[in-house]
């Protein structure tokens, strides 16, 4: 006889969700929210904004204690988003990255104001991928932390360049501009002076001790079974591409189940000391740019400093009356990713679509599922109905 599938993951989301039913999930002003009153505001949004499929997950008291996904993995073969679908993590790997980065502080592998050169067995512009460097001594500026805030200099990406080429924009560490480049550079620097790849890295730094079973930092044949595709926003097929190398910037695939795992090992604080944790989270530079996006877009402007709106470690942050905020992106076609913690309220929420209708929703969910009111949405480019 042949048993079903069990999906064990799934079957947590089910005992958690039904934790929740008599007390409800709480709220970062203290009201609660029902699971009953989740559904109807999660299925009310995505099916006027068109979203494809989303995946919620809630944390209460550092802990997850509400996940659930909604509309479809595959609209062609109308099969439905579950929690335990692989979705892509896009920039998420951003910030799960600098925490492995903040373990390899703790043991003195890596120190974040210690120049990258130090780490290279040979100058950087002698290496063919940052070759374009050789005439700008800048790059022996740049350290750890530099990287990690987004502070180095570099473009979003060098294809973004009219040339195609890489180069360094402004004074290292200066001021802020998003840049996956500088955090793939950061993984180049950490193999060469390991001699490890960042996937064994992750598998055995993060993933494995945070039973995120389902995430790999590069595509795994056994994803096959239960795999969620993108979708653009008209509703076109875009795919899930099956990624071979690993990228710090945004190769991970994973679960909202998994995702949700590490948030609350963050919220929780385990895996780092004490001192990283709070250097991860502490604010490295503010932030005056009008928006993230187009990344070296020279406008300024002071309207995020009433909630001093800065880069930490791998994460942006925000001020509000309930205390702090820490928060990540993740973005593509096809895929939209945000989660925002409360670290002094002990609240978190991760959201992961596989639409790019998905931001459009992020606002108005983060506001209804745990009072936040504080996102800057305009500089995320969450704004307008968004």
């Not at 699971?35 to 904004?49: F, N, Q, R, S």
């Not at 550092?62 to 920039?91: F, H, M």
């Not at 653009?232 to 795919?239: A, H, P, R, S, V």
Request: hydrophobic share 40%; glycine share 8%; charged share 25%.
């Amino acid at each position: 006889m042949v048993r079903p599938r069990i999906h064990v993951q799934a079957r947590v989301a089910v005992a958690l969700l039904a934790l929740v039913m008599a007390t409800g999930v709480k709220r970062i002003d203290g009201t609660t929210i029902t699971p009953a009153k989740i559904d109807a505001t999660v299925t009310h949004l995505m099916e006027a904004a068109h979203v494809t499929g989303i995946s919620v997950a809630i944390l209460n008291d550092n802990r997850v204690v509400y996940v659930k996904s909604y509309g479809l993995a595959n609209v062609e073969k109308q099969q439905p988003l579950r929690t335990d679908s692989i979705v892509w993590a896009a920039s998420f790997t951003k910030s799960l990255f600098a925490y492995f980065v903040m373990q390899l502080v703790d043991e003195g592998v890596i120190e974040l104001d210690t120049p990258i050169e130090r780490y290279l067995p040979k100058p950087l512009p002698q290496y063919e991928k940052y070759a374009d460097l050789a005439n700008d001594e800048r790059w022996k500026q740049i350290t750890p932390r530099m990287l990690l805030s987004h502070t180095a200099g570099f473009p979003n990406f060098r294809f973004l360049n009219a040339d195609g080429k890489l180069d360094i924009k402004f004074t290292p560490g200066s001021h802020y501009a998003y840049s996956g480049e500088g955090i793939n550079l950061l993984q180049f620097v950490i193999e060469a002076k390991t001699g490890k790849s960042i996937a064994e890295m992750m598998q055995t730094r993060i993933f494995t001790p945070f039973g995120m079973t389902r995430s790999s930092m590069t595509w795994q044949p056994q994803f096959e079974s239960d795999i969620a595709f993108g979708y653009d926003e008209q509703g076109k097929l875009i795919g899930h591409n099956k990624r071979t190398g690993s990228r710090a910037a945004g190769s991970m695939d994973t679960t909202i189940i998994d995702y949700a795992k590490f948030i609350e090992a963050v919220m929780q604080r385990r895996g780092v000391s004490a001192k990283s944790w709070k250097e991860m989270f502490r604010p490295q530079i503010e932030i005056f740019s009008k928006a993230q996006f187009p990344t070296l877009k020279p406008d300024f402007t002071d309207e995020n400093h009433a909630i001093r709106l800065s880069y930490g470690l791998g994460v942006g942050l925000f001020k509000t009356k309930y205390g702090r905020a820490f928060f990540k992106e993740g973005h593509d076609d096809g895929w939209e990713n945000h989660f925002l913690v409360y670290p002094d309220r002990k609240i978190g929420i991760v959201l992961m679509s596989n639409s790019s209708n998905g931001d459009s929703i992020f606002v108005p969910l983060m506001k209804e599922l745990i009072g936040d009111r504080w996102t800057p949405a305009r500089w995320e480019g969450y704004a307008g109905n968004k």
